[in-house]
């Protein structure tokens, strides 16, 4: 088991209506942090592996946390289906709808999270839309996320500056809010997202959706030099990373590398095959491999 770190406790007051609500401000250390840290000691790049929560169902999506984690993952990102995944390519929308076939929930997938952590520390982050948070409602949705062992959430559709009905009930609850940033980012907007996240910073390496090629790998390196003179938090790398080849160029840069679409893929793929879970492995297994040391 990972070791777990106790968060320090500020208190802060907001008001809602007319009735005033007081906040435990509790984000201090948590397993993002830990790893991040641990990783650096050990001159070592995080791999972020994102998996479809439901696809091709809960007890699958459970099996392979175990199984990436064990093949080298270092922290998993829970995607939420969602039927209008604004940010997603084609592979991971195709997933999110077998999901949601499958009755696959936000609740369900929490509980999930709560099973695991019956078995494994490994971090895990939640990708999801502001549609399904406020469906159950940001203070509720907080406190069953950590409750459950969640350690951070990814909103694509909610950037910093739109995000305080969220921020105040994640910051209470010592959920991490990671915010993305496009390579199209202004100076401005590199410094208010670096201000912003908690965790690590997703810069995303190209203008597209999940699943599209990666390219321009000089200006992702150039991009992260920027952001690097603004922010002290990781920077990981998402969209575009497909293959080891991929995962070792971007691992030169980064601090973290985040594969998804790739990893989707392997599980439709073998979503038939009693086998499915070993081939994903040792699908990750040659990405972890092939990342170089800090």
Known sequence: MRERHKASTGRQRVTSGSSPITYHSVLTQNRLDTTFRRLKDDSKKALIAYLMAGDPGLAETEQLVVALEEAGADIIELGVPFSDPIADGPVIQQAA??????????????????????????????????????????????????????????????????AEPLKKPADATGLSLIFLLAPTSTTDRRKLVAKESHGFVYYVSLTGITGSKLSNVGDIHDNIKKLRKVSGSPVAVGFGVATPEDAARVSKMADGVIVGSAIVKQIAAHQQDPGMVGHVAEFVRSLKAAMVPA
């Open 97 to 162: 709808e077998r999901a949601l076939k499958n009755g696959t929930s936000l609740r369900k997938i929490l509980a999930s999270v709560k099973s695991l952590r019956q078995r494994t520390e490994i971090p895990i982050v939640l990708m999801l839309y502001y549609n399904s948070i406020h469906a159950m409602g940001c203070e509720e949705f907080c406190k069953s996320a950590k409750a459950a062992g969640v350690d951070g959430l990814i909103v694509p559709d909610m950037p910093p500056d739109e």
